[in-house]
C-alpha cells in the first residue's frame, strides 16, 4: 500500500485542528436573522444585505474563535489524549502538528477574530455587543478548559451556555430583539447532546474514566434520568414556544394563531433519533456525525423548510 494512502495530508490535518466539522455549530448566529423575519426583508433589500453581511462576518468569527479555543483544549489536554483511541490521533497529541506551528495558527486565529469583531461593530456600531459576547464566549471555554470541565454538572452547563451565546451574538450582530424562548431552547436542546456525549464517553472508557477526569464524578444511573428530563424540557419549551409565535397575515394584520405548532412532531422525532442514535452509535461520543445520519438530515430539512416557508409567507416573528 502508497504511504500517501494513509498519511493524512497537511489539510486534513489542518482541518481535523481546526475541527472544520465543528463549524456547523456555528449556524446557530443565523437564528436570529431568520427568526425575527429577515428573510422578508422588512426594511427593504439594502437593510436585508447589511444585516445579512453581519451575520456571515459574525460566522467567521466565530469559525476562527472556535478552533482557537480546540486548539487551547487540545494543547492542555495533549497528555490524556495520548490514552484514549480515537482522540490520539488528534495533531497536537500524536505530534503530526508541533507546538510551535499551532502557536502561530492560535495567533492567526485570534486575529481574524478580533478583526471580524471589529469589522461587524464598524458596519453596525450598535453591535459593540456583539464583540463582547464574543469575548465572554473565549473567557468562558478558556476557564472552561483550565478548571471547569473537571467538575461534575458544571461542565455541560458551560457546553450548554456556548450554544446560547451563539445565539446571542448572532441576534447582537444584526442587532434585533432576542427572544427568551429562542434561548430557552437552544439551551435545554444543547444540554441533552452535551449529556448525551457523557454517557457516551462514559459507556465507552469502562473502569478506565482517565481521559476525561470528570468521568469518574458521572454514573449511568445520575446521566439516564437528567438526559430523560432536558430532553422532556427541550420538547416543552419549545411547544410552548410555538403557541405564543405570531406571525402577519397577508395583509400586514398581526395574527397569533400559532402556525409552528406544526412543527413540533419533527422536534419530538429529531430529539428522540438523536438520542436513539447515541445509544446505538458513534454519535453519542461525537455528536458531528449526526451530519452522516439520512433520516436525522431529513428530518432537520423539512424543519428548516417548514420554519423558512411560515418565516416568508405568513411573516413568523419570533
Not at 30 to 56: C, D, T, W, Y
Not at 70 to 98: E, F
Not at 136 to 153: D, E, P
Request: hydrophobic share 55%; with cysteine; proline share 5%.
Amino acid at each position: 500500500m502508497n504511504a500517501s494512502s494513509t498519511t493524512p495530508s497537511a489539510f486534513s490535518t489542518l482541518c481535523h485542528l481546526l475541527r472544520v466539522r465543528q463549524w456547523a455549530k456555528n449556524l446557530l448566529l443565523f437564528a436570529g436573522f431568520i427568526f425575527a423575519g429577515r428573510l422578508r426583508a422588512p426594511e427593504g433589500m439594502g437593510s436585508f444585505n447589511a444585516e445579512l453581511l453581519r451575520v456571515v462576518i459574525a460566522f467567521i468569527c466565530f469559525c476562527a474563535l472556535s478552533s482557537a479555543i480546540y486548539i487551547i483544549n487540545d494543547w492542555i489536554d495533549a497528555p490524556l489524549d495520548r490514552l484514549h483511541p480515537s482522540k490520539q490521533n488528534r495533531p497536537l497529541a500524536s505530534g503530526a502538528i508541533g507546538n510551535v506551528q499551532a502557536a502561530f495558527i492560535l495567533t492567526a486565529l485570534l486575529i481574524i477574530t478580533f478583526v471580524c469583531g471589529a469589522l461587524v461593530f464598524y458596519i453596525e456600531p450598535r453591535s459593540i455587543s456583539f464583540a463582547i459576547t464574543a469575548l465572554a464566549y473565549f473567557v468562558l471555554f478558556l476557564a472552561y478548559n483550565l478548571s471547569l470541565k473537571h467538575h461534575v454538572i458544571v461542565d455541560v452547563l458551560c457546553v450548554a451556555i456556548g450554544f446560547v451565546l451563539r445565539v446571542v451574538a448572532g441576534c447582537f450582530a444584526i442587532p434585533v430583539y432576542i427572544s427568551p424562548w429562542i434561548l430557552l431552547c437552544t439551551f435545554n436542546l444543547a444540554l441533552f447532546v452535551a449529556l448525551c456525549k457523557r454517557r457516551a464517553e462514559l459507556a465507552a472508557a469502562g473502569d478506565n474514566p482517565r481521559t476525561r477526569k470528570v468521568l469518574s464524578d458521572y454514573s449511568l444511573p445520575l446521566l439516564d434520568p437528567i438526559i430523560a428530563a432536558s430532553a422532556a424540557l427541550a420538547i416543552i419549551a419549545y411547544s410552548l414556544y410555538t403557541f405564543s409565535a405570531s406571525h402577519a397575515d397577508a395583509l400586514g394584520t398581526l395574527q397569533h394563531t400559532p402556525l409552528l405548532m406544526i412543527t413540533i412532531p419533527l422536534v419530538v422525532y429529531g430529539i428522540f433519533r438523536y438520542w436513539f442514535l447515541a445509544l446505538h452509535t458513534e454519535v453519542g461520543e461525537a455528536p458531528e456525525k449526526m451530519l452522516f445520519d439520512i433520516p436525522l438530515l431529513i428530518n432537520a430539512g423539512l424543519w428548516v423548510l417548514a420554519v423558512v416557508a411560515l418565516t416568508l409567507l405568513s411573516g413568523l416573528r419570533v
